[in-house]
């Protein structure tokens, strides 16, 4: 049985005083992780105090990318050895922000996930079509490519330790969510996707769904077969909207 997920990006926000309370909160109303995982991603420079709060809790933590090269001339860059060393259990892959604002390629993404697995992190790819991909018929083809990348450089073999997020970037940010419907069917394209690779990595690979997730909305994609879990952005910053959309997958 897949393990729901509910992983917390915060990106660029946060401060010293917002993850000591963020945190606290989530640990006071931490439940034994038998069904659910509870995972946050914050920026680097709060990773030291994410790892101080939740060693030994139940709630994981990972980085919101990380650099290939393993050390070097890479200003502003993070390796997964350091994001090892400050106990990461995942690393996030070509969020749609990375890739639109930073220009990852679909290369650059397949590198990143390389470094990620070949280190020992977990990493969290993240796949999703446009709104102008979506309305000309495109999704798939734009997904299929998206995965291709990272199965070509780095083996159907190197998903045993990645989890899938679908990201429609139409809903991130928006307040739009994809339906259950919309969300499913992309989500069943993934697996078939990966199960016609392996049939074994394919069924247990978790697939999160990312894009305006909320305490209302949460409860009726996480039924759907083939979501497990959600990646959370805006409602992963205050606790008690990322605990009701946990409490929605109990
Ligand atoms: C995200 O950043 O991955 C995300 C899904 O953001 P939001 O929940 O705010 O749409």
Redesign the pocket.
Known sequence: MRKILIAG?W?MHGSHVMVAELLTKLLENVIPADTIELAVFPPFPYLHGTQALLQGSPVSWGGQTLNPAPQGAHTGEVSAAMLLEFGCRFVLVG???RRSLYGDSNKDVALRFEAAVKAGLEPVL?VGESLEERESGDTEAVIARQIEAVIDHCGINSFSSAIV?Y?PVW????GKTASPDQAQEVHAFIRDKLVAQDDIIGGQIRILY????NGSNAADLFAREDIDGG??????LKADDFLAIRDAAV
């Open positions: 990006n990106k969020h749609s922000e993240c997020a990201e809903a991130i940010g928006t990312g894009g305006s997730v990646l959370v952005g805006g409602a992963s």
